[in-house]
């Protein structure tokens, strides 16, 4: 019998040290083997196979159309590369709500066909049975409460969330239903910053944010537009660190002339 883990690096366990010792947790996303190979060795805690896809990857207005085959592709593409951070692939909009039979099943099918460590969904209260059947498998969850971007079409609106006390208590009551059904962490999307230091500091799990301020757990964005490929896209929480959208652009300029200039193969580039 091998002794050796097939656990990776970082688990659910390990987040949760993280937060007691006040360590950061840096989360990302990815959607394809080949970045989630970067993102891994460059020591990233969490890889995120965000339904983002559907904006990022196949140019969709909203996260609403993609399909759980659709994650499944991204999800298995990820989990194969990476070998030191945790996985966690978000479940797509219709495939939890409402009958939380059918919400295990999503669940059951991600883990499997994935191999990733962890599913992510949107909401509170309202999808709790599907949280606690999915939980009772073993499936750990990532909640996700603020702005929701499966709930668009109910909203209509990206701007910021939980302004108002009404909005931001249900938010904390959320936030503590999740935590007591036994989700391991928390992502606040797009909320004032006070209030995600305070679900930070009231909750044991980790909270980790995108635009809820630097008093939370951990941070993650979206890898595409930290990286400046999607360059149409600027909310104030949105720190670019490269600005791949030119360097991408130039580059392809330049092979363009290259092929019509007949420069290129060079001599040293045939057989
Ligand atoms: O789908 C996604 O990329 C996400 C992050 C924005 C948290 O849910």
């Not at 990476?82 to 409402?98: C, I, M, N, S």
């Not at 991600?110 to 209260?125: N, Q, R, S, Y």
């Not at 009231?202 to 595409?224: M, R, S």
Request: aromatic share 6%.
């Amino acid at each position: 019998m091998s002794t050796e883990s097939t656990l990776r690096a970082v688990t659910t366990y390990r987040l949760s040290e993280m937060k007691q010792r006040g360590e950061k947790i840096a989360m990302l996303t990815s959607y394809d083997y080949s970045m989630a190979r970067i993102l891994d060795a460059a020591g990233i805690d969490v890889i995120l196979v965000g339904d983002s896809a559907a904006n990022v990857m196949a140019g969709f207005e909203t996260t609403v159309p993609i399909t759980l085959d659709n994650m499944i592709y991204h999800g298995r593409s990820v989990a194969r590369a990476v070998k030191r951070a945790l996985v966690v692939v978000d479940l797509p909009f219709g495939t939890y709500q409402g009958n939380s039979k059918e919400a295990l099943a999503s669940a059951v099918r991600i883990m499997k066909e994935t191999e990733a460590d962890a599913v992510k969904l949107e909401g509170g209260e309202e999808v709790m049975e599907s949280v606690q059947r999915i939980l009772s498998a073993g499936i750990p969850i990532m909640g996700h409460l603020g702005l929701t971007p499966q709930s668009i079409h109910k909203y209509g609106t990206y701007s910021v969330r939980a302004k108002e006390e009404a909005e931001a208590e249900k938010l904390v009551r959320d936030a503590y239903l999740l935590e007591e059904a036994g989700c391991f962490a928390l992502v606040l999307e797009k909320i004032p910053a006070v209030l995600g230091a305070r679900v930070a500091s009231e909750l044991h799990i980790p909270v980790i944010g995108i635009g809820a301020g630097n008093g939370v757990d951990g941070q993650v964005l979206v890898a595409h537009d930290m990286l400046g490929i999607t360059n149409e896209f600027s909310p104030r929480f949105l720190r670019r660190y490269a600005d791949l959208h030119s360097v991408m652009t130039e580059a392809f300029s330049h092979y363009v002339s290259d092929v019509k200039g007949g420069d290129f193969p060079s001599d040293k580039e045939q057989y």
